[in-house]
């Protein structure tokens, strides 16, 4: 069975302002590929496009950690596209088709109706729109080196699939799922005194025939009052391990003791409750596939990037373009 997936990644990035210098300008080199030079300006260009899209998915300790990592390996990245790209040209990788496709899948994303609507929401973005258009040709070129050198290659046989799920079946179990209703009481401000009273109210009230779900809304403390108390549907990993004892042996309608946890107090009532259960083979393949097809693909990009850097001239001359 042969699986040839190529995933379509199209990032959009702000243009810089100018993408070279003035002739008379001598550049700073920071490697060579080749015949070609990764300049400081590059490096920092395309350093700033990545960190304003980090910046707009991490803070504080994450951020941190994104910048220490993108500076120790952006310059390998930068000379890894390097070599993919030129291997491109030398085979002559025609992908106008694939750019096409692309822009019709980044129109119909954004529901954008034309090509000169995508180019003003380009534009609008402050972006040159022929430099996007050639960072996505580009982008499609390497694309179609790795497919022709990596992908295309990639085999799963269906007996590598069976034996993986017979020896990882417990990779593949769905916990139980408890579907849980509370009647919360905070215990940040309520003196105990006031807490054994509102749940002693709170128990009369329930061995009296009250509603429990009613009871949820009218008596539970925020954030819990407005929701009724619905806690959702949570798998058995998911949960507080002190919420998981009060209600796993539970029936579904039972209500559990009072107990303590999160800061506050906890009447628990099982509404509903899915046991485990082994996925089938037929359930479990898909996934199985994709991560044997990960596998694979993962040794052999390592393989084929490897030996192309072995075939090519690389000399880094600044490692740490831009200090710690």
Not at 5 to 32: D, M, N, P, S, T
């Amino acid at each position: 069975m042969t699986r040839s997936k190529i995933r379509l990644f199209v990032f959009i990035f702000a243009a810089a302002a100018a993408l070279g210098l003035a002739q008379q300008v001598v550049e700073e080199i920071v490697a060579i590929v080749n015949d070609e030079a990764i300049t400081l300006t590059q490096f920092k260009h395309e350093y700033d496009l990545r960190l304003q899209s980090a910046q707009a998915q991490y803070k504080g300790e994450d951020l941190d950690k994104w910048i220490v990592q993108a500076k120790a390996g952006l310059l390998e990245a930068m000379i890894t596209d390097t070599l993919i790209l030129q291997m491109a040209k030398v085979d002559n990788t025609n992908v106008t088709d694939q750019v096409k496709m692309a822009l019709e899948n980044i129109k119909k994303e954004n529901n954008l109706e034309s090509d000169d609507d995508l180019k003003r929401a380009v534009q609008s973005q402050g972006m040159d729109w022929d430099v996007f258009l050639k960072q996505l040709e580009e982008r499609m070129m390497r694309e179609g080196v790795i497919y022709k050198e990596v992908n295309r290659s990639i085999v799963l046989d269906d007996a590598q699939v069976v034996d993986f799920y017979k020896k990882n079946l417990d990779k593949f179990v769905i916990p139980d799922e408890f579907k849980l209703r509370t009647i919360y009481l905070s215990t940040t401000e309520a003196s105990a005194a006031d807490l054994e009273a509102k749940k002693k109210a709170i128990d009369d009230k329930l061995k009296a025939g009250a509603d429990f779900v009613e009871l949820s809304g009218t008596e539970s403390d925020a954030p819990m009052k407005e929701s009724k108390g619905d806690l959702g549907t949570m798998k058995r990993p998911e949960m507080d391990a002190t919420l998981l004892a009060a209600v796993e042996k539970l029936k579904k309608g039972e209500t559990s003791p009072w107990v303590t946890a999160k800061n506050g107090l906890y009447l628990l009532r099982l509404e509903d409750k899915k046991d485990s259960r082994q996925l089938t083979f037929d359930e479990a393949r898909k996934q199985i596939e994709d991560r044997l097809y990960a596998e694979k693909q993962n040794a052999k990009l390592t393989e084929f990037l490897t030996n192309l850097k072995k075939k090519s001239y690389i000399k880094i001359l600044k490692p740490n373009p831009i200090g710690n």
